[in-house]
């Protein structure tokens, strides 16, 4: 312990070795705590092509920006250069870790990882969404793990996992709390409605399966693996396909659901078929359900639009009624057919064939929806149904805003590597080009993605 000295001076006026009545106590300041060191860490092969440098300065660019204005806080605003705060934990610099590492930044790694070891804390008197901490902050800590064997992310990882649980281990039913607090672990649904999306309680196993893998634990497994089979077992469904909503309290789902692979369903499909994976491919009835759930989207969703037959995948409201409404969020589900249909070829080699050809179809339509002014999509596109009509693609004025979302480009790079067709690579050349042209500068959502400027939305 280190005592700061005080000067006493001469005790107001008596000797100079007299001591003071009610002098003031030692300053006692606290030992700082020990820094965590990192580990000698390997980092990937870093010699890039002209694309690939591109691509690194640009989220240096973002980066940067963070770092100056918002460090450790979860949000950036760069247009008022200040900040907010929704977990209080980090979450951009989370989010951006493992790409950091990646793309081989040591000196960006290192301040990263300095910070989540030695600052981070999630022991908050904050109430934070299940599925948005699991898929960002746990989800961040594995991911770290595995590419660096750094045991700092995997004591994080138990931390976050342990004060998320409550969500799952409290409620009523098998259907998960959608928020919990990580300090006092009270649990509550939505504060805007009962139900819970079916992507939220649905896009938490592979997070929390990892868990129980890399600590031998299984009750993360377990906890995940109840919410699991509870979907699995109810009503409601249509060849595969499962309503938007469920109650935490009741376990049900909402009678009338829409049926789509959009917001609020996009992600149980995707996970399906990557708990499968993630398993060894021995849980089988992961695939089952994913199989199904396929073979669902073409027969009720899938259609082509006029005057050029692009495909879309859209939803049936009410679980009845087709539109042809497609979100951006539903274009991860080409990059997920494909990814599948390489890992069926042999078990059902129809369905493999069927689903690649199915994810070509969709990607050129996820492309299409970037053929706009600035080169980027809007966050909802619709299709034309009338034979007559001039155009295959209709956007809204309310839907024309664009979001920064990941979806296309991560479809486009299973597409690259399953086929080899350099075309999705150039495909997305275009639209890193586009965001750099027409997001840089203001680095802002674009609002407005038919005309060459952009608008701000307020906490920018």
């Not at 640009?58 to 605003?77: P, Q, R």
């Not at 995997?154 to 300090?183: C, F, H, M, Q, T």
């Not at 399906?272 to 669902?296: C, D, N, P, R, S």
Request: net charge negative; glycine share 8%; with cysteine.
């Amino acid at each position: 312990m280190q005592i700061e000295a005080v000067n006493l001076g001469d005790g107001g006026g008596g000797d100079n070795g007299d001591v003071a009545v009610n002098q003031p106590a030692p300053v006692v300041k606290p030992e700082p705590k020990p820094k965590i060191p990192a580990p000698d860490t390997k980092f990937p092969h870093t010699e890039q092509n002209e694309r690939q440098k591109f691509v690194v300065d640009v989220f240096l660019h973002a980066w940067k920006g963070y770092k100056e204005t918002a460090w450790g806080h979860d949000h950036a605003h760069p247009i008022s250069r200040t900040y907010d705060d929704w977990f209080g934990v980090g979450l951009t610099l989370l989010d951006a870790l493992d790409t950091i590492y990646i793309m081989g930044l040591q000196q960006e790694y290192f301040a990263a990882r300095d910070w989540i070891a030695n600052t981070m804390d999630f022991n908050k008197d904050t109430d934070v969404n299940l599925f948005e901490c699991t898929i960002r902050v746990l989800g961040s800590m594995l991911s770290a793990y595995h590419l660096t064997k750094d045991e700092i992310y995997k004591v994080k990882a138990i931390d976050i996992g342990e004060r998320l649980l409550p969500a799952l281990s409290r409620s009523v039913s098998a259907v998960p709390y959608s928020d919990v607090n990580l300090k006092t672990g009270n649990t509550h649904a939505p504060k805007w409605g009962p139900d819970s999306t079916v992507s939220e309680v649905t896009t938490i196993q592979i997070e929390f399966r990892d868990l129980s893998f890399i600590t031998g634990n299984p009750k993360y497994k377990d906890a995940v693996d109840r919410v699991s089979s509870h979907i699995a077992s109810l009503n409601g469904k249509k060849d595969g396909l499962i309503p938007m909503w469920v109650n935490a309290n009741t376990g049900l789902f909402r009678p009338g659901g829409t049926l789509t692979v959009g917001a609020r369903a996009d992600s149980y499909y995707e996970y399906l078929l990557k708990q499968w994976i993630q398993t060894g491919q021995t849980e089988t009835h992961y695939l089952t359900e994913y199989l199904e759930a396929i073979e669902g989207i073409q027969k009720h969703l899938v259609g082509h639009s006029f005057p050029n037959g692009f495909t879309y995948v859209g939803e049936l409201i009410g679980g009845v009624t087709p539109s042809a409404k497609m979100d951006h969020l539903a274009c991860f589900l080409p990059g997920t057919l494909a990814l599948g249909s390489t890992l069926i070829s042999s078990s059902h080699p129809r369905q493999s064939m069927e689903h690649l050809q199915l994810a070509k179809d969709l990607t050129a339509t996820c492309h299409q929806m970037y053929a706009t002014p600035t080169g980027l999509s809007p966050e909802i596109t619709y299709f034309n149904l009338n034979q007559a009509a001039k155009d295959d693609l209709i956007v809204k004025p309310l839907d024309r805003h664009n979001l920064l979302r990941p979806e296309t480009v991560e479809s486009l790079f299973y597409l690259w590597r399953i086929t080899k067709d350099t075309k999705y690579r150039d495909w997305g050349w275009d639209i890193v080009q586009a965001f750099e042209r027409y997001t840089k500068v203001l680095w802002c959502v674009v609002l407005h993605v038919y005309k060459c400027e952009a608008h701000l939305r307020p906490g920018m």
